[in-house]
T-cell receptor, first 113, second 111 residues
């Protein structure tokens, strides 16, 4: 069965520093991987996806993610964090039937000024 | 223009009542979804609906029933509400297997 793990409940980083939010996955077949962000009392916003192609995927708001097949990871990164990046981040994988997303438990990113 | 909209945003009701949440998307997508986010922020798929085919998640109680009057709408009806149904419910849509677009959520509180 498809699954996603986000090992960190919270990531703290100072503004201007690089950030990484970790995600590992377990899938049968080729993975369809996604990152979403949720701001307080809001819906989820799509950041980026990996379907195929380049292992480094660029997305919205300066975020990028690196797909690593051997480590089954899809870590979210940003070179320079902003206070406004503080939010809840979800990694997700499309289920085998292609009918829905299976989400990780979420990682709260806190960027301090 | 709002891509995926849900009404109401907040819903407070008594145990045992029946309630509905409406969802509309103006993106022209062919697939719509309902997700439940619990108090620990864990997100889980409830249903997905692709044109004429409804895919039911077996872990969802049959008190929950999605209804799709057309491709742009997917409503969620809940019978005999229970305390454990309290959560935030998100509607989403996508074009086939592309990324999903989420609505703002409906916070359901069952008293």
């Amino acid at each position: 069965a498809q699954s996603v793990a986000q090992p960190e409940d919270q990531v703290n980083v100072a503004e201007g520093n690089p950030l990484t939010v970790k995600c590992t996955y377990s899938v049968s077949g080729n993975p369809y991987l996604f990152w979403y962000v949720q701001y307080p009392n809001r819906g989820l916003q799509f950041l980026l996806k990996y379907i195929t192609g380049d292992n480094l995927v660029k997305g919205s708001y300066g975020f990028e993610a690196e797909f690593n097949k051997s480590q089954t990871s899809f870590h979210l990164k940003k070179p320079s964090a902003l206070v406004s990046d503080s939010a809840l981040y979800f990694c997700a994988v499309r289920d085998q039937a292609g009918t829905a997303l299976i989400f990780g438990k979420g990682t709260t990113l806190s960027v301090s000024s | 223009d709002t891509a995926v909209s849900q009404t109401p945003k907040y819903l407070v009701t008594q145990m045992g009542n029946d309630k509905s949440i409406k969802c509309e998307q103006n993106l022209g997508h062919d697939t719509m979804y309902w997700y439940k986010q619990d108090s620990k922020k864990f997100l889980k798929i409830m249903f997905s609906y692709n044109n004429k085919e409804l895919i039911i998640n077996e872990t969802v109680p049959n008190r929950f029933s999605p209804k799709s009057p057309d491709k742009a709408h997917l409503n969620l009806h809940i019978n005999s509400l229970e305390l454990g149904d309290s959560a935030v419910y998100f509607c989403a849509s996508s074009q086939r297997e592309d990324e999903q677009f989420f609505g703002p959520g409906t916070r359901l509180t069952v008293l």
